[in-house]
């Protein structure tokens, strides 16, 4: 059965920081991507960035336009965990962000990811 759970969601000023991070146990295969998604109230949930990699290595990243040189998307390898670096943070980036994984490759669409954690609130103020 495969569990995905995020942490590090929190109140931050804008122009400030937060780390979001992403395990998920389970999996048969260490070949898979991992979605950041996230859904305000009253929006259809987009995708923030995404990662997939091969035997350990990072081969592919995407970041929405509006996260992109504000967002890093990483893997630890060792902790077998995905992080979202987020710098920069504005008011609209509050939402509550969910991660996904699924065995294929990078998409925008939630569909194609089969198994979603439960999420975590970011929240910035102005």
């Known amino acids: 059965q495969v569990q995905v759970v995020e942490s590090g969601g929190g109140l931050v000023q804008a122009g400030g920081s937060l780390r979001l991070s992403c395990t998920a146990s389970?999996?048969?295969?260490?070949?898979?991507?991992m979605g950041w998604f996230r859904q305000a109230p009253g929006t259809e949930r987009e995708m923030v960035s995404c990662?997939?990699?091969?035997?350990?290595?990072?081969?592919?990243?995407d970041y929405a336009d509006s996260v992109k040189g504000r967002f890093t998307v990483s893997r630890d390898n060792a902790k077998r965990m995905v992080e979202l670096q987020m710098n920069s943070l504005k008011p609209e980036d509050t939402a509550k962000y969910y991660c996904?994984?699924?065995?294929?490759?990078?998409?925008?669409?939630?569909?194609?990811?089969?198994?979603w954690g439960q999420g975590t609130q970011v929240t910035v103020s102005s």
């Open positions: 996904a994984t699924s065995y294929g490759v990078c998409s925008a669409s939630p569909r194609n990811y089969r198994y």
């Open positions: 990662i997939t990699w091969t035997d350990g290595r990072t081969v592919y990243t």
């Open positions: 389970g999996m048969t295969s260490d070949n898979y991507v």
